[in-house]
């Protein structure tokens, strides 16, 4: 009878195992709370805004190591987005370092494209763990998300660009006298 | 699960009497409510829920028309769970084409404790409730409680290592019952109780029907 038992456990561990893990990708409800402001710091943003996920396996502290999910949704409005159950292709039940980034979507389809553009308005959420579930467990939302206001992407000052222009003629020169 | 359920068997006798090849034929509808308390808590708590109270679409707009702001009803799709959240400032719920027939549960977590009222009709006669082979979420399509014998689910109709999970609200965790020989193992009680509005996760080896027989006399 024992083994019974640990043949039906087993077969649903191994059902589980073979999902992969999710979690609700919205920053209100199920213990979150984290609307996500304009640049004034205290207007909440609505549709003409997109979050995405970035996410790293384990722990990491360098927000330069995370992938893009490629996931973009739009805001709902008052701040929050809704994005429901998102999965994470090739990852289980484990925990794992997140980052909500945000755009304004008349500024590109993806934050990497709006945080280059000057005048851009763009933000990312401080880091913050996460635990994917899989199978019959229900997700968790992003609980340990914190709010954040977005920022303008800063437009090149004329000495910014006199001084890289002076760079580059320096090392055109260098390469003449070689 | 602190469900306060009160089924008021208002029978609403549309007694729609016709002449047919000469008998008369009786309609008898009984329509009632039921008052579900949701827990709900800031750190978000799932329970599971069913509706048995048929209506015309049963889709959530309409079962569930007000919810506290953030409240998400997760569906089991066979793999994974599809989801809809409540949100006033925009317009209600994301999804609200989400159906939720009697014989159906899903997920459902709140900000704050609430009571929903599902109004509907009591289905009977002779219902059936197909389930699949692995996991679904599965209730009673009338509203009863009891264990699954009495809620005409016996034993002797699932197979052994069979299992369901009963989610307990409050360890957020499921209570897994397991089928060997005739009897369920694991579990507080002897077999899987469920109350009224409550749904479990059914996984069986095999496909089969769960038949309920039920009238209002």
């Known amino acids: 009878m024992k083994k019974l038992i640990l043949t039906a456990a087993l077969g649903v561990a191994c059902v589980s195992a073979l999902a992969q893990g999710s979690f609700l990708f919205n920053n209100g409800g199920n213990g979150a709370n984290a609307p996500v402001f304009d640049t004034d710091g205290t207007t909440k943003l609505g549709p003409a805004f997109k979050a995405d996920f970035y996410w790293a396996a384990g722990t990491v502290t360098d927000s330069t190591l995370l992938a893009d999910l490629n996931h973009p949704i739009s805001f709902a409005g008052s701040g929050f987005f809704l994005g429901g159950v998102t999965s994470i292709p090739g990852t289980g039940a484990q925990t794992i370092t997140a980052q909500v980034r945000v755009w304004d979507a008349a500024s590109g389809s993806s934050w990497a494209q709006a945080a280059v553009l000057p005048g851009a308005k763009v933000g990312e959420s401080a880091l913050f763990s996460l635990a994917l579930v899989t199978g019959a467990t229900p997700p968790n939302a992003l609980a340990n998300m914190t709010s954040f206001s977005v920022s303008i992407v800063a437009v090149p000052e004329p000495s910014t660009l006199a001084l890289a222009g002076l760079g580059l003629a320096g090392l055109l020169v260098l390469r003449r006298r070689k | ?217």
């Open chain 2, 1 to 217: 699960m602190r469900t306060k359920a009160l089924l008021c068997a208002a029978a609403l006798a549309a007694g729609a009497v016709t002449s047919m090849a000469q008998s008369n034929v009786y309609s008898l509808n009984v329509v009632g409510y039921i008052n579900q308390t949701l827990a709900g808590s800031s750190a978000g708590q799932y329970q599971m829920i069913a509706n048995q109270l048929n209506t015309t679409n049963n889709t959530i707009g309409s079962l569930i028309p007000v919810a506290p702001d953030f409240t998400t009803l997760l569906k089991w799709n066979g793999t994974g769970f599809d989801s809809t959240t409540y949100a006033s400032f925009a317009g209600g719920w994301d999804h609200p084409t989400f159906t939720l027939n009697p014989g159906e549960g899903a997920f459902i977590n709140s900000p704050n404790p609430w009571t929903n009222t599902f109004v509907g009709e009591v289905l009977q006669g002779s219902l059936t409730n197909a389930y699949p082979a692995g996991y679904s979420i599965r209730a009673s399509q009338i509203p009863l409680a009891g264990t699954l014998t009495a809620l005409q689910l016996p034993a002797s109709q699932l197979s052994d290592t069979d299992n369901v999970l009963q989610w307990n609200v409050a360890t957020q965790s499921y209570i897994s019952y397991t089928l060997l020989g005739g009897t369920w193992f694991g579990g507080t009680l002897s077999e899987p109780t469920l109350a009224i509005g409550e749904s479990m996760f059914l996984f069986p080896a095999k496909a089969g029907n769960w038949v309920q027989n039920f009238t209002v006399q």
